[in-house]
């Protein structure tokens, strides 16, 4: 260690030569040292440094947490000649923008929402909520999770163990799709300390897939892309929820990810789990950037972005209900 780190600041050495025991902050640790380890060293070297300095913390940290927690400081990474501040990296790549054309030809071409109900392994027929019984099989075991609900212009939110939250996930409307690292983490924008952050989300587990097609914009004015589509598709018998069901068992036909769940946002969009966390990150983006072309909303992309708990129900008392549940595809504890 003392040889591939001599040239470093002596408190980056400080840093790197004191990593916490499990349970003690590990990934936030990763996360921090990697900020100022941009300014020295390549990604890869970066990984090799956390890696072997973790060797003993207590437990295996996996390498893609590793990378992705490098990757993530890249954009708050220390640049010399800024002092003790923090200078935003570039941004990455932009997301394709959507071939309506191609979203139009699957939409006409593709099965509807009842096809999408027919094809599910499970059937949740009874009215009920099963979101306990989805969550159950989304996340083995009593990971932390983050769950929530809107309030106000913004959100509540908690990080609380599995079974701390057994019984009452029906009556919330959204959560992380991915474990928490910790209780809390600091957020971007501020660096506060918070219980919903990018931070304190583990590797992705679950790429949720949105597709919302809406005629008129959030500005409740502007006309979106999609609302000839929307009317032409309409006059055709192809409702909103059929064109978001044909889009996703599209999705689908890819080998990998793995279609787990879809779940109705209560309103007129469909959220698709899809399993990614077999995937590396290069494969991961490129199965984005294929859905974002196809209509979906890239927001979703970042692991920490609130989306629909399965099976649970809105704020509003509307049953976000899930269409397709298929437990075997699952992650497995």
């Avoid at 992380?176 to 690292?181: G, T």
């Avoid at 919903?196 to 959030?218: C, G, M, N, P, W």
């Avoid at 469909?270 to 590396?280: E, G, N, S």
């Amino acid at each position: 260690m003392s040889v591939l780190t001599s040239d470093l600041p002596q408190f980056v050495r400080d840093l790197i030569g004191s990593p916490p025991t499990a349970g003690n902050g590990v990934h936030k640790w990763c996360y921090r040292i990697a900020r100022q380890l941009h300014a020295h060293r390549p990604e890869q070297d970066i990984c090799c440094l956390i890696k072997s300095a973790l060797i003993d913390c207590g437990r295996p940290v996996p390498d893609r947490e590793i990378a992705e927690a490098v990757r993530d400081a890249k954009r708050t990474a220390w640049q010399p000649g800024t002092g003790n501040s923090y200078t935003i990296a570039p941004p990455q790549p932009k997301w394709p923008e959507a071939d309506t054309g191609l979203v139009d030809t699957i939409v006409r071409s593709g099965p509807g929402l009842y096809d999408l109900w027919e094809s599910s392994p499970v059937r949740l027929e009874d009215g009920e909520s099963h979101a306990e019984y989805i969550i159950d099989a989304l996340f083995p075991g009593n990971p932390l999770l983050c769950c929530g609900k809107p309030f106000g212009k913004g959100y509540q939110s908690a990080t609380r163990r599995r079974e701390v939250w057994r019984g009452r996930l029906s009556e919330l409307p959204l959560m992380v799709p991915n474990p928490m690292l910790d209780i809390t983490g600091h957020t971007k924008a501020e660096g506060k300390l918070s219980q919903h952050t990018l931070e304190a989300t583990a590797d992705r587990v679950y790429q949720v897939i949105e597709y919302d097609f809406s005629v008129i914009a959030r500005d409740g004015v502007t006309p979106t892309i999609w609302a000839p589509f929307i009317k032409a598709w309409n006059a055709d018998g192809i409702s909103v929820a059929d064109a978001c069901a044909a889009l996703i068992l599209h999705l689908k036909t890819w080998l990998m990810p793995t279609l787990v769940v879809v779940t109705s946002s209560g309103g007129k969009s469909l959220h698709a789990w899809f399993r990614v966390f077999q995937l590396d990150y290069a494969k991961q983006r490129a199965f984005m950037e294929y859905a974002v072309e196809r209509g979906a909303d890239d927001i979703t992309w970042t692991r920490s972005q609130f989306v629909r708990i399965p099976d649970g129900w809105r704020n509003t008392g509307v049953r976000q209900t899930a269409y397709y549940f298929d437990p075997r595809k699952a992650v497995t504890a």
